[in-house]
């Protein structure tokens, strides 16, 4: 069974930084794509970014209110896949939550189609 575990995140002020990691065990070999996703009381959960395990450059992608700002990341052991979060916004405050899944599609925003998760961590960016 893989297994998710998340590090990171905390309280920062607007315009700071922030780094979230999450760690697979249990088998992953068959994991094709991580992705880290947020979610809020007042808001649906949505994909920020999106990291293809099996490829060797590791393509990535970004919803658009994060890009410029965000990066994804994975170590060369595909096991860790690492979230750097630049010039954070109020808005940006949420529980997030990394996630797998097998297939590499290009469709994936949607956290149904993911089957293992992280335990979430919580960023809160304010003043």
């Known amino acids: 069974q893989v297994q998710l575990a998340q590090s990171g995140g905390g309280s920062v002020q607007p315009g700071g930084s922030l780094r979230l990691s999450c760690v697979a065990s249990?088998?992953?070999?068959?994991?094709?794509?991580i992705t880290w996703f947020r979610q809020t009381p007042e808001k649906e959960r949505e994909g920020s970014a999106t990291?293809?395990?099996?490829?060797?450059?590791?393509?990535?992608d970004y919803a658009d209110s994060v890009k410029g700002r965000f990066t994804i990341s994975r170590d060369n052991d595909r096991n860790t896949v690492n979230l750097q979060m630049n010039s954070l916004k109020p808005e940006d405050s949420a529980m997030y939550y990394c996630?797998?899944?097998?297939?590499?599609?290009?469709?994936?925003?949607?956290?149904?189609?993911?089957?293992?998760w992280g335990q979430g961590t919580q960023v809160t960016v304010s003043s």
């Open positions: 996630a797998a899944r097998f297939p590499i599609d290009a469709r994936w925003d949607t956290a149904e189609t993911y089957n293992f």
């Open positions: 249990g088998g992953t070999d068959g994991i094709g794509r």
């Open positions: 990291i293809i395990i099996k490829s060797r450059s590791g393509v990535a």
